[in-house]
């Protein structure tokens, strides 16, 4: 597969829908399990943090995997419209193997035993597991999508990772503009 601009492009369009709908997931099993909130494009959680549930916490991240695996079977299978796959595949994939890489970095910076407030690390504590338990366990499938896709990549090795790298720098910016520019501007409500 050649990636060029068009790629780019379709991309950065899946990864700013593939937020708020990460965020869809929380709130409908949060809503599922009788806990009122407010959701925004990059939140959604209870204003009162001892209502916060495992099982809420992690339905983003379990959404995220199972786009990415739909997305890497359908560019398996559907030939004509594999570079939409590949985007949709890469981009929920990398937004949570990104944020892994962060959170982690941080955690060894700061020394925090990943007790930062992310999904993954929120739903293992919630469960009284390891706060690492499910940044493990999804990294493993994550990875492999990842390899699978960018594997038929038409570049060298270092080009391949190059793009990875890019992708991965896109999808912070993308969450860093929603959650400090878009988020604010849309609900002023709650950021204010």
């Known amino acids: 597969m050649r990636i060029g601009l068009r790629?780019?492009?379709?991309?950065?369009?899946?990864?700013?829908?593939?937020?708020?709908?990460h965020?869809?997931?929380?709130?409908?099993?949060?809503?599922?399990?009788?806990?009122q909130l407010q959701m925004t494009l990059n939140?959604?959680?209870p204003q009162d943090q001892s209502l916060r549930r495992p099982l809420p916490e992690?339905?983003?991240p379990l959404l995220n995997l199972a786009l990415a695996?739909?997305?890497?079977?359908?560019?398996?299978?559907?030939?004509?419209?594999?570079?939409?796959?590949?985007?949709?595949a890469l981009a929920a994939a990398l937004m949570r193997l990104a944020l892994y890489i962060l959170i982690s970095a941080a955690a060894l910076v700061s020394r925090s035993g990943l007790?930062?407030?992310?999904?993954?690390?929120?739903?293992?504590?919630?469960?009284?597991?390891?706060?690492?338990?499910?940044?493990?366990?999804?990294?493993?499938?994550?990875?492999?999508i990842v390899w699978s896709v960018v594997r038929t990549f038409q570049c060298s090795r270092t080009r391949t990772w190059?793009?990875?790298?890019?992708?991965?720098?896109?999808l912070i910016s993308?969450?860093?503009?929603?959650?400090?520019?878009?988020?604010?501007?849309l609900f002023p409500t709650r950021f204010g």
């Open 58 to 60: 992690i339905a983003g």
């Open 115 to 144: 007790s930062l407030g992310n999904d993954e690390p929120i739903a293992a504590h919630l469960w009284g597991l390891p706060s690492l338990t499910f940044v493990a366990l999804f990294s493993v499938p994550l990875l492999l």
């Open 7 to 21: 790629f780019y492009l379709i991309f950065l369009l899946t990864a700013f829908l593939i937020f708020p709908v």
């Open 69 to 88: 695996v739909a997305a890497l079977c359908a560019f398996c299978n559907d030939e004509p419209r594999k570079i939409y796959w590949a985007a949709l």
């Open 43 to 45: 939140t959604a959680s």
């Open 174 to 185: 993308i969450g860093a503009l929603i959650g400090n520019v878009l988020d604010p501007w």
């Open 162 to 170: 190059l793009h990875v790298f890019g992708f991965s720098l896109l």
């Open 23 to 35: 965020e869809l997931a929380h709130y409908v099993t949060y809503r599922l399990s009788g806990v």
